[in-house]
T-cell receptor, first 113, second 114 residues
Framework: GDSVTQMEGPVTLSEEAFLTINCTYT??????LFWYVQYPGEGLQLLLK???ADDKGSNKGFEATYRKETTSFHLEKGSVQVSDSAVYFC????????????WGAGTKLIIKP | DGGITQSPKYLFRKEGQNVTLSCEQNLNHDAMYWYRQDPGQGLRLIYY???????QKGDIAEGYSVSREKKESFPLTVTSAQKNPTAFYLC?????????????FGDGTRLSIL
Protein backbone atom coordinates (compact mmCIF):
# COMPACT_ATOMS: atom_id res chain seq x y z
CA GLY A 1 0.00 0.00 0.00
CA ASP A 2 0.88 3.68 -0.12
CA SER A 3 3.31 4.96 2.49
CA VAL A 4 5.39 7.96 3.55
CA THR A 5 8.84 7.82 5.16
CA GLN A 6 10.39 10.80 6.90
CA MET A 7 13.84 11.22 8.36
CA GLU A 8 13.95 10.53 12.06
CA GLY A 9 14.29 13.38 14.48
CA PRO A 10 15.00 15.33 16.36
CA VAL A 11 16.90 17.50 13.94
CA THR A 12 18.88 20.15 15.81
CA LEU A 13 20.26 23.20 14.01
CA SER A 14 21.61 26.60 14.87
CA GLU A 15 19.74 29.73 13.88
CA GLU A 16 20.34 30.77 10.25
CA ALA A 17 21.40 27.25 9.23
CA PHE A 18 20.10 25.56 6.08
CA LEU A 19 17.34 23.03 6.67
CA THR A 20 16.49 19.85 4.83
CA ILE A 21 13.93 17.34 6.09
CA ASN A 22 13.73 14.29 3.88
CA CYS A 23 10.45 12.74 2.80
CA THR A 24 10.08 9.84 0.39
CA TYR A 25 6.92 8.06 -0.60
CA THR A 26 5.55 4.89 -2.14
CA UNK A 27 2.39 5.27 -4.17
CA UNK A 28 0.80 4.30 -7.45
CA UNK A 29 0.40 6.97 -10.08
CA UNK A 30 0.59 10.62 -9.13
CA UNK A 31 -0.48 11.39 -5.57
CA UNK A 32 -0.71 14.91 -4.17
CA LEU A 33 1.90 15.76 -1.55
CA PHE A 34 1.70 17.98 1.53
CA TRP A 35 3.84 19.34 4.33
CA TYR A 36 2.19 20.25 7.63
CA VAL A 37 3.69 21.92 10.70
CA GLN A 38 2.65 21.38 14.33
CA TYR A 39 3.76 23.86 17.00
CA PRO A 40 3.77 22.64 20.62
CA GLY A 41 0.29 22.03 22.01
CA GLU A 42 -1.44 22.98 18.76
CA GLY A 43 -3.10 21.33 15.80
CA LEU A 44 -1.52 20.88 12.39
CA GLN A 45 -1.26 23.70 9.88
CA LEU A 46 -0.83 23.21 6.16
CA LEU A 47 2.61 24.53 5.21
CA LEU A 48 2.71 23.80 1.48
CA LYS A 49 1.54 21.36 -1.15
CA UNK A 50 2.32 20.10 -4.65
CA UNK A 51 -0.12 18.26 -6.87
CA UNK A 52 1.92 17.11 -9.86
CA ALA A 53 5.44 16.12 -10.77
CA ASP A 54 8.02 18.95 -10.76
CA ASP A 55 5.65 21.29 -8.92
CA LYS A 56 7.31 23.37 -6.23
CA GLY A 57 5.29 24.31 -3.18
CA SER A 58 6.45 27.26 -1.11
CA ASN A 59 5.34 29.22 1.94
CA LYS A 60 7.03 31.28 4.70
CA GLY A 61 10.48 30.62 3.22
CA PHE A 62 9.97 26.85 3.07
CA GLU A 63 10.06 25.00 -0.24
CA ALA A 64 9.55 21.43 -1.45
CA THR A 65 9.68 20.03 -4.97
CA TYR A 66 7.65 17.01 -6.12
CA ARG A 67 10.24 14.63 -7.62
CA LYS A 68 8.58 11.73 -9.35
CA GLU A 69 11.85 10.11 -10.44
CA THR A 70 13.11 9.84 -6.85
CA THR A 71 9.63 9.66 -5.21
CA SER A 72 10.65 12.44 -2.88
CA PHE A 73 9.26 15.69 -1.46
CA HIS A 74 12.04 17.07 0.72
CA LEU A 75 11.36 20.19 2.78
CA GLU A 76 13.99 22.96 2.65
CA LYS A 77 14.55 26.40 4.11
CA GLY A 78 17.56 28.58 3.53
CA SER A 79 17.86 30.19 6.96
CA VAL A 80 15.94 28.83 9.94
CA GLN A 81 14.79 30.80 12.96
CA VAL A 82 14.08 29.75 16.53
CA SER A 83 10.39 30.20 15.76
CA ASP A 84 10.61 27.37 13.20
CA SER A 85 11.02 24.86 16.02
CA ALA A 86 8.11 22.46 15.59
CA VAL A 87 7.18 19.02 14.32
CA TYR A 88 6.89 18.68 10.54
CA PHE A 89 4.71 16.06 8.87
CA CYS A 90 4.84 14.90 5.28
CA UNK A 91 1.62 13.42 3.84
CA UNK A 92 0.26 12.14 0.56
CA UNK A 93 -3.20 11.94 -0.93
CA UNK A 94 -3.47 8.79 -3.06
CA UNK A 95 -4.75 8.91 -6.62
CA UNK A 96 -7.42 6.31 -5.88
CA UNK A 97 -8.84 7.91 -2.75
CA UNK A 98 -10.75 11.15 -2.31
CA UNK A 99 -10.87 11.08 1.47
CA UNK A 100 -7.64 9.81 2.89
CA UNK A 101 -4.22 11.22 3.72
CA UNK A 102 -1.28 8.91 4.35
CA TRP A 103 0.97 10.41 7.04
CA GLY A 104 4.65 10.24 7.79
CA ALA A 105 5.71 9.82 11.42
CA GLY A 106 6.77 13.46 11.78
CA THR A 107 10.19 15.06 12.29
CA LYS A 108 10.87 17.24 15.29
CA LEU A 109 12.97 20.30 14.51
CA ILE A 110 14.86 22.15 17.25
CA ILE A 111 16.52 25.46 16.42
CA LYS A 112 19.06 26.81 18.90
CA PRO A 113 19.80 30.55 19.14
CA ASP B 1 -13.02 33.69 10.02
CA GLY B 2 -13.79 30.11 9.09
CA GLY B 3 -12.22 27.31 11.00
CA ILE B 4 -12.52 24.24 13.18
CA THR B 5 -13.29 24.53 16.88
CA GLN B 6 -12.48 21.71 19.25
CA SER B 7 -13.62 21.73 22.85
CA PRO B 8 -12.67 21.37 25.56
CA LYS B 9 -8.93 21.97 25.25
CA TYR B 10 -8.26 19.69 28.25
CA LEU B 11 -10.44 16.83 29.45
CA PHE B 12 -10.13 14.37 32.28
CA ARG B 13 -11.79 10.97 32.39
CA LYS B 14 -12.53 8.80 35.37
CA GLU B 15 -12.37 5.01 35.18
CA GLY B 16 -15.48 3.55 33.55
CA GLN B 17 -16.65 6.89 32.23
CA ASN B 18 -17.56 7.87 28.69
CA VAL B 19 -16.49 11.33 27.55
CA THR B 20 -17.39 13.28 24.42
CA LEU B 21 -15.08 15.58 22.50
CA SER B 22 -16.68 18.31 20.43
CA CYS B 23 -15.67 19.31 16.90
CA GLU B 24 -17.46 22.05 14.97
CA GLN B 25 -16.51 23.53 11.59
CA ASN B 26 -17.85 26.49 9.65
CA LEU B 27 -15.84 25.86 6.50
CA ASN B 28 -18.77 24.13 4.78
CA HIS B 29 -16.57 21.06 4.33
CA ASP B 30 -18.21 17.74 3.59
CA ALA B 31 -15.61 15.40 5.07
CA MET B 32 -14.52 15.30 8.70
CA TYR B 33 -11.94 13.19 10.55
CA TRP B 34 -10.77 12.24 14.01
CA TYR B 35 -7.14 11.41 14.71
CA ARG B 36 -5.29 10.27 17.79
CA GLN B 37 -1.74 11.45 18.47
CA ASP B 38 0.43 9.89 21.18
CA PRO B 39 3.55 11.68 22.50
CA GLY B 40 6.29 11.77 19.89
CA GLN B 41 4.14 9.86 17.43
CA GLY B 42 2.36 10.54 14.18
CA LEU B 43 -1.36 10.62 13.49
CA ARG B 44 -3.64 7.59 13.57
CA LEU B 45 -7.10 7.74 12.05
CA ILE B 46 -9.98 6.84 14.36
CA TYR B 47 -13.10 7.62 12.28
CA TYR B 48 -14.02 9.66 9.26
CA UNK B 49 -17.22 10.89 7.65
CA UNK B 50 -17.72 12.01 4.07
CA UNK B 51 -21.38 13.01 4.33
CA UNK B 52 -24.02 13.61 6.97
CA UNK B 53 -25.40 10.46 8.62
CA UNK B 54 -22.56 8.32 7.33
CA UNK B 55 -19.15 7.49 8.80
CA GLN B 56 -16.47 4.81 8.55
CA LYS B 57 -13.97 3.26 10.89
CA GLY B 58 -10.35 4.19 10.59
CA ASP B 59 -7.34 2.24 11.77
CA ILE B 60 -8.02 2.39 15.54
CA ALA B 61 -11.81 2.68 15.97
CA GLU B 62 -12.15 0.21 18.86
CA GLY B 63 -13.33 1.94 22.03
CA TYR B 64 -14.54 5.04 20.18
CA SER B 65 -17.85 6.12 18.64
CA VAL B 66 -18.97 9.06 16.51
CA SER B 67 -22.07 10.64 15.04
CA ARG B 68 -22.63 12.97 12.11
CA GLU B 69 -26.12 14.43 12.41
CA LYS B 70 -25.14 17.83 11.04
CA LYS B 71 -22.62 18.84 8.42
CA GLU B 72 -20.91 21.20 10.87
CA SER B 73 -20.50 18.78 13.76
CA PHE B 74 -18.62 15.50 14.29
CA PRO B 75 -18.41 14.63 18.00
CA LEU B 76 -16.19 11.79 19.23
CA THR B 77 -17.09 9.69 22.27
CA VAL B 78 -14.29 7.89 24.07
CA THR B 79 -15.97 4.97 25.76
CA SER B 80 -14.95 3.01 28.83
CA ALA B 81 -13.92 0.22 26.45
CA GLN B 82 -10.93 2.32 25.39
CA LYS B 83 -8.41 1.20 28.00
CA ASN B 84 -5.65 3.63 27.13
CA PRO B 85 -7.39 6.88 26.18
CA THR B 86 -4.67 9.31 27.27
CA ALA B 87 -3.66 11.14 24.08
CA PHE B 88 -4.03 14.29 22.04
CA TYR B 89 -7.12 14.16 19.80
CA LEU B 90 -7.28 16.13 16.58
CA CYS B 91 -10.32 16.85 14.43
CA UNK B 92 -9.94 17.77 10.76
CA UNK B 93 -12.15 18.61 7.83
CA UNK B 94 -11.68 18.61 4.08
CA UNK B 95 -13.54 20.00 1.12
CA UNK B 96 -14.66 17.37 -1.37
CA UNK B 97 -12.97 17.72 -4.69
CA UNK B 98 -10.32 15.12 -4.97
CA UNK B 99 -6.83 14.45 -3.85
CA UNK B 100 -5.60 18.05 -4.17
CA UNK B 101 -7.63 19.22 -1.23
CA UNK B 102 -5.74 19.49 2.08
CA UNK B 103 -7.17 18.67 5.47
CA UNK B 104 -7.70 21.54 7.93
CA PHE B 105 -7.21 20.96 11.64
CA GLY B 106 -8.55 22.19 14.94
CA ASP B 107 -6.31 22.94 17.92
CA GLY B 108 -6.90 19.58 19.57
CA THR B 109 -8.20 18.19 22.86
CA ARG B 110 -5.82 16.66 25.37
CA LEU B 111 -7.47 13.77 27.25
CA SER B 112 -6.04 12.40 30.48
CA ILE B 113 -7.07 9.77 32.99
CA LEU B 114 -7.82 10.83 36.58
Amino acid sequence: GDSVTQMEGPVTLSEEAFLTINCTYTATGYPSLFWYVQYPGEGLQLLLKATKADDKGSNKGFEATYRKETTSFHLEKGSVQVSDSAVYFCALSPMDSNYQLIWGAGTKLIIKP
Amino acid sequence: DGGITQSPKYLFRKEGQNVTLSCEQNLNHDAMYWYRQDPGQGLRLIYYSQIVNDFQKGDIAEGYSVSREKKESFPLTVTSAQKNPTAFYLCASRRQGGRNQPQHFGDGTRLSIL
